[in-house]
């Protein structure tokens, strides 16, 4: 079946570092990859949909430039958390489009940002 | 604009028994209804969809039911089990674009 690898499953950073988390499709190739942010107890909010080759089209109310996605191949997608501060804070996930359909979107593992 | 919703925050069931988890939607143009189950800290895994052509999807446990005049679907997991324990979205697509549109989500505790 189609797997998502998420990377780092967690990380820790100071306040004002960035963070990259990474966004694999392991054995299918992903045209469209989305990302989402998860606060505790709350849903899974979309961030933005990412294109191979194009920008990013990122939902009202997301800072483009603090959030920035790269979209380089069709089995990667990256985001950076960039000059992070503690609000920043929360589960990521990734989730990725190959096929129509219900199975056709595969999400990865999340990673849990906190930053310090 | 929350346009899919799911009203019961949590829910408790005994083993054994049906568990029904709703949501409803506002958005008429959703063309494509997901219900996906999620632990803590790890990403959704899906369980079980339906299109809006339909007004039923069977798959094992798992029965999708569609209402489309009430904008409303639900989940109906039977027997359920202590291993069904988690938090449930259900999810929509619009027919412009693979977005999802998420709920909020139902946590469903299954005691044994």
């Known amino acids: 079946g189609a797997v998502v690898s998420q990377h780092p499953s967690w990380v820790i950073c100071k306040s004002g570092t960035s963070v990259k988390i990474e966004c694999r499709s392991l054995?299918?190739?992903?045209?469209?990859m989305f990302w989402y942010r998860q606060f505790p107890k709350q849903s899974l909010m979309l961030m933005a949909t990412?294109?191979?080759?194009?920008?990013?089209?990122?939902e009202q109310g997301v800072e483009k430039d603090k959030f920035l996605i790269n979209h380089a191949s069709l089995t990667l997608s990256t985001l950076t958390v960039t000059s992070a501060h503690p609000e920043d804070s929360s589960f990521y996930i990734c989730s990725a489009a190959h096929t129509s359909g219900g199975r056709g979107y595969t999400f990865g593992s999340g990673t849990r940002l906190t930053v310090v | 604009d929350q346009q899919v919703k799911q009203n019961s925050p949590s829910l408790s069931v005994q083993e054994g028994r049906i568990s029904i988890l709703n949501c409803d939607y506002t958005n008429s143009m959703f063309d494509y209804f997901l219900w996906y189950k999620k632990y803590p800290a790890e990403g959704p895994t899906f369980l079980i969809s339906i299109s809006s052509i339909k007004d039923k999807n069977e798959d094992g446990r798992f029965t999708v039911f569609l209402n489309k005049s009430a904008k409303h679907l639900s989940l109906h997991i039977v027997p359920s089990q202590p291993g069904d324990s988690a938090v449930y979205f259900c999810?929509?697509?619009?027919?412009?674009?693979?977005?999802?549109?998420f709920g909020g989500g139902t946590r469903l505790m299954v005691k044994p």
């Open positions: 054995d299918f190739q992903a045209t469209t």
């Open positions: 999810a929509a697509r619009g027919n412009a674009g693979n977005m999802l549109t």
């Open positions: 990412s294109n191979e080759g194009s920008k990013a089209t990122y």
